[in-house]
């Protein structure tokens, strides 16, 4: 049996959290296409492959950098979207400062809005039960 932590009004919350990974490529990178992207499957075992995988995460996965330093107490579990080709260079969600302006925004929405419809909808990423992705 899993230990739970407490979160706020009592509610209890398991170890396990759901992450949602997005892969997106701006137009200027469309010459990264043919084998030079990694792959969906690809990137899910980087992120959950257990005690690494040989040539993609030969010193661990990000699901194991959790695991391992939180003392086996906590899973993060990854969901990986499919690469999402947004509809601006790099440098307009960039806006001249490393993408720490809304503009960044833009691209995480249009991407969450095909993930959603891939995933059949964000429930899993709704730990609180408000009916939005937490």
Avoid at 15 to 29: A, G, P, S, T, Y
Wanted: aromatic content about 10%; glycine content about 10%; proline content about 2%.
């Amino acid at each position: 049996q899993r230990r739970q932590l407490q979160i706020d009004g009592g509610k209890t919350l398991k170890n396990v959290m759901q992450n949602l990974v997005l892969l997106i490529r701006f137009k200027n990178h469309d010459y990264r296409m043919n084998g030079c992207l990694p792959t969906k499957e690809e990137v899910h075992e980087l992120f959950n492959a257990v005690d690494g995988h040989d040539t993609l995460a030969p010193s661990g996965s990000v699901r194991d950098c959790f695991r391992y330093n939180s003392y086996d107490t906590f899973d993060l579990q990854s969901r990986v979207c499919s690469w999402c080709d947004v509809d601006m260079p790099e440098s307009y969600y960039g806006d001249g400062y490393y993408g720490m302006t809304g503009k960044l925004g833009e691209a995480i929405e249009e991407c969450l809005s095909r993930c959603e419809v891939e995933m059949d909808g964000f429930g899993d990423f709704d730990v609180d039960g408000d009916g939005r992705m937490d």
